[in-house]
């Protein structure tokens, strides 16, 4: 089973600053198979980036995905304040499909 | 629109039984798979298993396997999620979410909380 890491646990911003969440995978990814939620409490887990760095539909462009191999990063070009959530990341390449633990995005 | 709505909160004691859903609407059930993903109190998500209900097609997380049953009837487009006998570990929210033919979910539910305690 593919173990994914991410890092910060918490990371503490402002709004307008730049996110940069970290993702690394026990072993290489193949291809692209890197997705990215955001998730608040209450509310459905919302895909974010699939494919390492493909927005989803109705994404907005200041989050970006990038990466290769067992790193794999999302930044949030200037943060909005409905951007403060638990961010996961996702390996579907190997069976059973994991993700990591969870980065919290919390208002400095 | 397309959805997927799912059955609300339950609260049951270690040894019982249960099976929540979750439903499908605005897209054809039958040809997408559906899986389940389970998020315990402070702690992250965990992908459980998958269905195809076009087949029956079941893949499930070797941490879940023999603990739960994925299951759907595809006369009403709904998915289920169930245990024969609950564990007070169990508790947790568990998440219905639509994976595209790659593998990521595109498509999530609300969630629903199981508590299991006596």
């Given at each position: 089973?593919?173990?994914?890491?991410?890092?910060?646990?918490?990371?503490?911003?402002?709004?307008?600053?730049?996110?940069?969440?970290?993702?690394?995978?026990?072993?290489r990814?193949?291809?692209?198979?890197?997705?990215?939620?955001?998730?608040?409490?209450?509310?459905?887990?919302?895909?974010?980036?699939?494919?390492?760095?493909?927005?989803?539909?109705?994404?907005?462009?200041?989050?970006?995905?990038?990466?290769?191999?067992?790193?794999?990063?999302?930044?949030?070009?200037?943060?909005?304040?409905?951007?403060?959530?638990?961010?996961?990341?996702?390996?579907?390449?190997?069976?059973?499909?994991?993700?990591?633990?969870?980065?919290?995005?919390e208002?400095? | 629109?397309?959805?997927?709505?799912?059955?609300?909160?339950?609260?049951?004691?270690?040894?019982?039984?249960?099976?929540?859903?979750?439903?499908?609407?605005?897209?054809?059930?039958?040809?997408?798979?559906?899986?389940?993903?389970?998020?315990?109190?402070?702690?992250?998500?965990?992908?459980?298993?998958?269905?195809?209900?076009?087949?029956?097609?079941?893949?499930?997380?070797?941490?879940?396997?023999?603990?739960?049953?994925?299951?759907?009837?595809?006369s009403?487009?709904?998915?289920?999620?169930?245990?024969?006998?609950?564990?007070?570990?169990?508790?947790?929210?568990?998440?219905?979410?639509?994976?595209?033919?790659?593998?990521?979910?595109?498509?999530?539910?609300?969630?629903?909380?199981?508590?299991?305690?006596?």
């Amino acid at each position: 089973e593919i173990v994914l890491t991410q890092s910060p646990d918490t990371l503490s911003l402002s709004p307008g600053e730049r996110a940069t969440l970290s993702c690394r995978a026990s072993q290489r990814i193949p291809s692209t198979y890197i997705a990215w939620y955001q998730h608040k409490v209450g509310q459905a887990p919302r895909l974010l980036i699939y494919g390492v760095f493909n927005r989803a539909a109705g994404i907005p462009d200041r989050f970006s995905g990038s990466g290769s191999g067992t790193d794999f990063t999302l930044t949030i070009s200037r943060l909005e304040p409905e951007d403060f959530a638990v961010y996961y990341c996702q390996q579907y390449s190997s069976s059973p499909d994991t993700f990591g633990q969870g980065t919290k995005l919390e208002i400095k | 629109e397309v959805q997927l709505v799912q059955s609300g909160a339950e609260v049951r004691k270690p040894g019982e039984s249960l099976t929540i859903s979750c439903k499908g609407s605005g897209y054809t059930f039958s040809n997408y798979w559906i899986g389940w993903v389970r998020q315990m109190p402070g702690k992250g998500l965990e992908w459980m298993g998958i269905f195809y209900p076009a087949d029956s097609d079941t893949r499930y997380s070797p941490s879940f396997q023999g603990q739960v049953t994925i299951s759907a009837d595809t006369s009403i487009d709904t998915a289920y999620l169930q245990w024969k006998t609950l564990k007070a570990s169990d508790t947790a929210i568990y998440y219905c979410a639509r994976p595209t033919s790659w593998g990521y979910f595109d498509l999530w539910g609300r969630g629903t909380l199981v508590t299991v305690s006596s």
